[in-house]
């Protein structure tokens, strides 16, 4: 005589036998890579960055053009 199966195994077929696919399911999806605008953004932040350290702009400057980078 075979097996007598859960509900839950016979509510999820097969996943609810292969604990690998329930474990996939349980994961966030992977993060999106980057694109080449969203680099080009992350590389003028960080200029930005350096040149408020260096002196070369002021604080307010900063947020301005931080601001204008982010459309806040």
Known sequence: MGR???????????AALDPQARDAASQPPPSPQPTAQSEDLISQLRLLGQLREQGVLTEEEYATQKSRLLNL
């Open 4 to 14: 007598r199966q859960s509900k839950r195994e016979q509510e999820g077929g097969e």
